[in-house]
């Protein structure tokens, strides 16, 4: 199988380049970072969006999406990493929509879809409890309460956690905090009493929330899947939030590339452009190898995810793991290769490399899915 894209992908990739050209450009994150934007983003333009069909691309069409998959969001959150573009595909498509279709019975689906699917319903996973991702690391705990639950805990990283219609709270129902099982998903609307969400600032001007849930009650019917049964949606799910992640690094790691390349050729030094002196070129040369890598690992990661093959989780990893170091190493080239005014917010570069570092710490980083992927293997 030839790891190119179709022509409705090619076109697809095109569409969103040349809306996010004019709608989101990275002038638009600063304008939304300098301006204190409350929500992190414009609910307009994510109307816009999830009216081009970006919000539903992984949703069947009886829910009110267009049923395509992985390779085709992939396309267009690589061209949204290419823009810094801060909207919630991450958070809504990527975790909540897939969280509801891999656990979520035919009346949450239905209640909860069509809303994502036109851009009213914002979701966030709120699983995370360390400083440093760990998957089932979970304390907070889920008791048994009339009919119902009621969940006490704190988590950490709610992606769009603060501007969220409904959350996906991973809590305990029975076991310790590192095993795997005794984990349950619940679905929380972010207005119920007991529930506080604060509003992170983070380094990459992205939205992110700490959560604290006292005494929260929930109904029985807002358990997503089986009771004690939840990592087996949150594995699935966070390999998907490694490829999309990766897609995304991917993107960050190819603009950088690009602009590096250009400024080499136009900037001058002692009467002569830089790009001629050896040492960048050797430099650049091992950037484009690492990319060249890196696009074919996140073709292939985002097929086997679409296609349901016994590798994808291994695939998840070996993508975010590369991806993960490709973007450190050319970042931190293209800030340098800048020079001085590389490391001034004046500059764009430096908005690239605090965006790579973000992501590759998300769902664990280049470290943590080399030892994955080495289980997974046997090792």
Request: charged share 30%; aromatic share 8%; glycine share 10%.
């Given at each position: 199988m030839a790891l190119v894209l179709s022509e409705e992908q090619q076109f697809l990739r095109d569409t969103a380049a040349e809306f996010l050209d004019e709608k989101s450009p990275v002038t638009h994150l600063r304008e939304l970072r300098d301006g204190k934007e409350a929500s992190g983003f414009s609910r307009p333009l994510w109307k816009e969006m999830s009216e081009l069909g970006w919000a539903g691309i992984l949703v069947p069409e009886e829910y009110g999406g267009s049923g395509l998959g992985f390779a085709e969001l992939g396309v267009v959150i690589e061209e949204c990493g290419r823009r810094l573009s801060p909207y919630p595909l991450l958070?809504?498509?990527?975790l909540g929509?897939?969280?509801?279709?891999?656990?979520?019975?035919?009346?949450?689906?239905k209640d909860i879809l069509p809303g994502v699917c036109a851009g009213e319903t914002i979701l966030a996973l709120a699983s995370q409890e360390q400083g440093r991702f760990h998957p089932y690391q979970v304390e907070s705990r889920a008791e048994r309460s009339g009919d119902g639950y009621r969940?006490?805990?704190?988590?950490?990283?709610?992606?769009?956690?603060?501007?969220a219609d409904q959350l996906i709270v991973v809590a305990r129902t029975a076991g310790n905090p590192g095993g795997r099982d005794g984990l349950t998903l619940f679905l929380v609307d972010s207005a119920v009493a007991g529930l506080e969400i604060k509003r992170s600032n983070m380094v990459d001007s992205r939205n992110a929330a700490r959560v604290r849930l006292?005494?929260?009650?929930v109904g029985a019917d807002r358990v997503l899947g089986e009771v004690g049964a939840g990592a087996e949606i949150l594995d699935p799910l966070h390999d998907r939030a490694c490829v999309a992640l990766s897609a995304e690094l991917l993107?960050?790691?190819?603009?950088?590339?690009?602009?590096?390349?250009?400024?080499?050729?136009?900037?001058?030094q002692f009467g002569v452009l830089i790009g001629s002196f050896q040492g960048l070129k050797h430099r650049a040369a091992e950037m484009f190898c690492e990319l060249e890598l890196a696009k074919s690992i996140v073709l292939d990661a985002l097929r086997a995810i679409d296609e349901k093959r016994l590798d994808s989780a291994r695939l998840a990893s070996a993508a975010k793991a590369r991806t993960s170091d490709a973007a450190s190493l050319v970042t931190r080239e293209g800030v340098q290769m800048h020079g001085g005014i590389g490391m001034t917010d004046e500059e764009e570069i430096g908005l690239f490399?605090?965006?790579a570092k973000a992501a590759e710490l998300s769902f664990g980083?280049?470290?943590?899915?080399?030892?994955?992927?080495a289980g997974l293997m046997g090792f």
């Open positions: 958070s809504t498509v990527v929509a897939s969280a509801v279709l891999l656990g979520g019975s035919e009346s949450q689906r969940i006490t805990g704190e988590k950490k990283f709610v992606l769009d956690g603060h501007v006292d005494g929260v009650e993107g960050i790691s190819l603009e950088v590339f690009e602009r590096t390349v250009e400024y080499l050729k136009t900037r001058e490399l605090k965006r980083d280049a470290a943590f899915h080399r030892d994955c992927f």
